[in-house]
């Protein structure tokens, strides 16, 4: 993103975070409709994974599924332009929680818990719902451009109590103490943003993804939680936990890494089969995508 989008993005920001929460979904559903049409590789993109996904999907059933999901992603852009101003009191009664005692159970564990999801739903909102009544909560994120961006986020996370994680050795560091210290730390699988990911079938078909989680856990013997947030049609949140996934050593790491992140991949594939219209991943992850 060059300096003049940064810009751009501030000004926007700065607007939506002083409206009504309506008025700011008004205002992204807008935005939505004009980057549906106008986006010339996320939209191919998007469908393409969608229809990898969802491969039941007659090309009308897959045009109304991107549109809805462009919409969906738009809101959950103007939940994060809104962060300064959160108050996580009022916004706690919005989330509701399936699958609670998954957490309490891996909470109980006292080695962390490493919540494992997909690029779905405003998990900016529920984690600072989590950092304000369960435990500390860190995101381990990609760093992004500019940097005065990436502070950005940071900065307005931080303000949440929640850390942002970089992507990298010292954000690798930071995260095994973060466990260690019994927090909570959120990633996503859904996509290999370091370009070091491991060809796995994903939705049938090979693509990378990344054994960082379930090294890890095996490492730490921190219980790996997949969770998926997505947005109600009143524009609540629901966050969905399942049992969680404990890693067993075998004694070949290897192996015993791919072995786990399959069990993960099988959950994930799993939330956004039940939730498509939340899964916004305008990326390439399969070979042969736009």
């Known amino acids: 993103m060059s300096e003049w989008r940064w810009r751009a993005f501030k ?27 106008f986006s010339p590789l996320a939209r191919p993109r998007l469908e393409y994974n969608l229809k990898v996904a969802c491969p039941e999907l007659t090309p009308a059933e897959l045009r109304r599924l991107s549109q809805l999901n462009f919409r969906n992603h738009a809101k959950a852009y103007a939940d994060l332009m809104m962060l300064p101003r959160l108050k996580v009191e009022t916004m706690g009664p919005l989330l509701h929680v399936d699958g609670l005692e998954y957490l309490e159970q891996a909470r109980a564990i006292g080695k962390g818990v490493m919540v494992v999801s997909c690029h779905m739903g405003s998990y900016e909102v529920a984690s600072a719902i989590w950092s304000a009544t369960l435990t500390p909560v860190s995101f381990f994120a990609e760093e992004l451009e500019p940097r005065a961006l990436f502070e950005w986020y940071r900065d307005t996370r931080a303000r949440l109590g929640i850390s942002v994680l970089p992507l990298h050795l010292g954000g690798l560091r930071k995260v095994t103490q973060a466990l260690q210290e019994q927090e909570m730390v959120i990633t996503a699988i859904d996509r290999d943003i370091t370009g070091t990911g491991y060809m796995m079938p ?28 997505y947005r109600q049609p009143d524009d609540s949140y629901r966050a969905e936990g399942t049992p969680p996934v404990m890693a067993q050593s075998t004694g ?12 993960l991949v099988r959950q994930i594939e799993g939330f956004i089969r039940r939730h498509p219209e939340q899964w916004h991943v305008p990326h390439r992850i399969w070979e042969g995508s736009p």
Do not use: H, M, N
Request: hydrophobic share 55%; with cysteine; glycine share 4%.
């Open 202 to 229: 994903f939705f049938g078909r090979p693509a990378p993804i990344p054994l960082g989680p379930a090294a890890i856990a095996l490492r730490l013997g921190t219980p790996l939680l997949p969770v998926c947030v």
């Open 11 to 37: 000004v926007v920001q700065s607007l939506v975070e002083r409206l009504p929460r309506p008025w700011a979904y008004a205002l992204a559903v807008i935005a939505a409709r004009f980057a549906w049409w």
């Open 252 to 263: 070949d790491a290897k192996a015993d890494e791919v072995r786990v992140t399959q069990e």
